[in-house]
Structure formats: C-alpha cells, structure tokens
C-alpha cells in the first residue's frame, strides 16, 4: 500500500479527489489533505507518504518551494504536480525540480490513475533497487573481513597475495610509514569460535579499535596486527588473561614481536613462534617478548628451572623448587636488589606479571599465608615465601576444601620460613610458630599427606641436599648439612 498526501488550496478540487476515488481499490492509502505548501509540509514531516499531488499555485507556499523543502528533507518522496492552463513557468521550474509527473487541470479519475501507476512502478523500482544495494553492502561487510584475514593469513605465511589489495589495505590505514609489531594467543587446545570472538573484542577493547589493524586465527593461535603507537599492550594482555582465566579459559600464552614495517610481516610471525617456543621450553606462560626472555635469562636464568617450577603439581613441590632458585641465588652472591629483579623476571616470564605489580591486597595474602612469623623473616625469605604464593595463587594451589587442608598449607609455608633453621620440627612449628596442639597438626598433616611430617621434612632436605650438590659440587658437607637445616660436622 502506498500512502498519499493531496495538497491543493481549491477546496472543490482536493476534496472532490480525496472522497470521490476509491483509492484503496488501487493500493493507494490516503493519509490526509492540505489547502497550501506550510500545511503540507507539516503534514509530509508527520506522515511521510509515499506519493504528493499537490497544486503548483498556492498562497503562502507554493508548490515549487513545497517540492524543494521536502527533497532536502525527505528526497524519496514522489510528486505529481497538478498545473493549469498559463501556469507553464511554474510547470517548467517544477521540471527543473526533476518532477516526471504532473496532470492539467481539470482532471479525471482515469487520468490521475494512469499517472498514479507510473509513479508506483517507479517507487517499486527505487526500492528494488534500494534493497540490492542494502544486500550488496551487506555482503561486502560481510565478505570484508573474511579477505582482510585471508591477506593477513598470506602475509604470515609468505604466501602470495594479490600487491593491490596489499596496496588498498595499507593505503586506507596510512601504514606505508608507521610501523607494526605481532601479538599473539595460543593455547594448546585452540580457541573455539566464540572464543576467538570474545579474544578480538577483549583486545579492542583494552587497547583500542584503532590500533588493531588485522587480526587472524591460524595454527591455534589467535593473531593481532598492532600499530606500534598502540599503548599499555602488557596491560590489556594481563587483564584479558584474567578474564579469561575467571571465565575457565585453561592456560593461555602470550607472545609480542619486536617492531617493524608492514612487510615484515613473515619475519615478526617467526618472532612469535621462535617466543612460543621458548616459552614452551621454559614452561613459560602469560606475555612472552625477546626483552623479557634476554634480561630473565641473564640472572633469572642462571638459577631458576623453569620447567620445574611451571610443573610442580603440589604446594611443597613448589615451595621446594621456589625455596632451592632463592638458596641458588645467596650461594651466587646475589644482592636483595638481584634477587628482587630475579623474582620480579620469574613472575613475569611464567604469567606475565612481576611481583613489584601486586597491590596491598596480595601483600595482607602473603604476610597471612606466613603466620605469625612473618615479621621475622629478612628481606630475602619475604621475598622468597611472596614468590612461592605468587606462583601457588596463579595455579590455584592457594585454594583449600576444607579447614584440614588449610592447616597443612600453614605448615608447609612455615616449614619453608625456617627450612635451614636446625630446631625445626613438629613440636617447634606447632609450639613457636603456629602455636596449635601438636598431637593435632600431627594427625592432619599425616591425613592430608599419607607420611608423618618429620618423614616428609627428612625427605625435603635429603632432597634438598641432593640438588645443592649437583648445583655446587665443591660444597663442604658442614655447609651444605647447614644449609639444609642440619648441624654440622664437628
């Protein structure tokens, strides 16, 4: 149905048309009248009709200055102009108008219906032609990304890809003189579709629509083209992997290029994967660079087993690596500063965040998970029971089911605060440290554990002993029987 709006200032003329033509018959709804061109303007705003045939000579507003308002307005609406006899100036003024149709007056029904078809076979075909190009843009939009991700694909790979679209690409983001740098997720098991949707909206989202120029998902991987003015990269990668990690995301690694120009696509992605490799090797998670690897493996690396502390599956194997990369570090000579720097580097090349980065929040975690013993510690044993809950508390080892398993994690964490300290024992640690009945720490450890907790202790520091003789074959047995908590010979 097709609406229409009459405008004529002859009362006998545009009423005559409105009541005497059955216009529903002819799939024209009319929506009113008006007697000048202000009237019908008002109208035209109100109703937006589909078709006007309005009068060219009117007070007011004429019908020249009616169809000229409404086409700045409103230029889908067709008029058919009705003119009378010595009325040929306004006629060709309304021509230049680009008005097709136009009925002398007087008028009859067959006439205005003639016209009325050719104007409805013209709208018809405007809106025709409207929703092809709705569906053509539609397919483009749709089509644009998928040939974005494809030409980044062939840049990643080498592969061949059409120069011009190369050209097109870099021409619209201005990339011929800003440079670019790669980053990338991966995950062993891949990301599904929507979690790849959530990982390009995240990204956006932290570090700006404008400076993520491509993005891609190829060999499990999800890959984003950065612009290098892009800021605070570490920061949105850290906040996404804690979003999600709460969302049950599993372990998901990160890695950034170094800089470069747009062509040097391939040889960023080689960064990447070399990064991952790396970081495979080390079993490294959260934000993997060259920078990060080069300073970690210069103190970091000398001492810290990265594999073993990725792979402890238990809070005192982890405690046991964290405390052994700490007793490597004084038997190097390390300065707290070093050794600041050394724990700041593990954090960040395992998770992608240092321990200087913590809040206040973490740091009340810390001190609680030490006790009561927390204020005598040094500096250095702060600083190594802070690393070890860091790492605990990103692998979810800091949890406990119930107030048993609570109380063993007590024990562990205080037993490592005095692992070199020679009364170390059940009795001390209940009676000095944690100052809980010892027949009952004895009964829970032993539940929780499946061994006797002077059993495990022996069995920590043998062990212990062991490793610092591979680390250190020259040690004395005195030193090293004091550095595992035992007295010395003699």
Not at 45 to 61: Q, Y
Not at 344 to 365: F, N, Q, S, T
Not at 440 to 458: E, G
């Amino acid at each position: 149905m097709y609406k229409l709006l009459i405008v004529d200032d002859e009362e006998i003329e545009r009423e005559g048309m409105a009541r005497l033509i059955d216009w529903e018959k002819y799939g024209v709804s009319l929506v009113g009248t008006a007697w000048n061109g202000i009237e019908g303007l008002e109208k035209i705003r109100t109703l937006s009709p589909d078709i006007v045939l309005t009068d060219i000579k009117m007070p007011g507003m004429d019908g020249i200055e009616l169809i000229q308002k409404t086409r700045k307005e409103m230029p889908w609406v067709e008029f058919v102009v009705l003119s009378g006899y010595g009325e040929f100036e306004y006629t060709s003024k309304a021509m230049e108008q680009g008005i097709r149709y136009y009925l002398m007056k007087p008028c009859d029904e067959p006439h205005i219906l003639e016209v009325l078809e050719k104007v409805k076979s013209q709208i018809q075909k405007q809106r025709s032609q409207k929703l092809q190009v709705e569906a053509y843009r539609n397919t483009v939009a749709r089509l644009l990304p998928k040939a974005r991700e494809q030409l980044f694909r062939d840049m990643i790979f080498g592969d061949a890809f059409k120069e011009s679209d190369f050209q097109l690409f870099a021409a619209e983001h201005d990339l011929q003189h800003i440079r670019v740098r790669l980053l990338a997720f991966c995950r062993e098991t891949g990301f599904d579709y929507l979690e790849q949707f959530i990982l390009q909206n995240m990204i956006c989202d932290q570090i700006g629509t404008e400076y993520v120029l491509l993005s891609v998902y190829v060999r499990s991987q999800m890959v984003f083209m950065l612009d290098q003015r892009a800021e605070k990269v570490e920061e949105g990668v850290r906040m996404v992997g804690g979003e999600l990690h709460r969302r049950g995301a599993g372990q998901i690694v990160a890695a950034v290029s170094e800089e470069g120009k747009i062509d040097d696509t391939r040889t960023l992605y080689l960064q990447i994967e070399e990064l991952f490799r790396m970081g495979q090797g080390e079993g490294s998670a959260g934000l993997l660079s060259r920078r990060f690897f080069s300073q970690a493996r210069g103190l970091a690396g000398a001492v810290a087993d990265f594999p073993r502390l990725k792979d402890a599956r238990d809070q005192a194997g982890l405690l046991q690596e964290v405390y052994f990369t700490f007793l490597k570090m004084r038997r190097k000579g390390y300065s707290l500063e070093q050794i600041e720097e050394t724990a700041d580097w593990i954090g960040k090349v395992l998770y992608g965040r240092g321990l200087p980065e913590a809040g206040l929040e973490e740091e009340e975690k810390w001190r609680e998970a030490a006790g009561k013993v927390w204020d005598d510690l040094s500096q250095e044993r702060r600083l190594c029971m802070k690393t070890a809950w860091f790492l605990a508390e990103h692998k979810g080892l800091t949890k406990y089911e119930n107030k048993e398993q609570q109380r063993v994690q007590e024990m562990l964490f205080s037993s490592f605060c005095y692992f070199d300290y020679q009364p170390l024992n059940l009795r001390f640690l209940a009676g000095q440290v944690l100052y809980r009945n010892e027949e009952y720490l004895s009964r829970v450890f032993q539940r929780v554990m499946n061994q006797k907790y002077s059993a495990w202790l022996i069995g920590q520091r043998v062990d212990m002993a062991r490793r610092l003789l591979q680390f250190e074959p020259e040690l004395r047995i005195g030193s090293l029987a004091e550095l595992v908590g035992y007295a010395p010979d003699g």
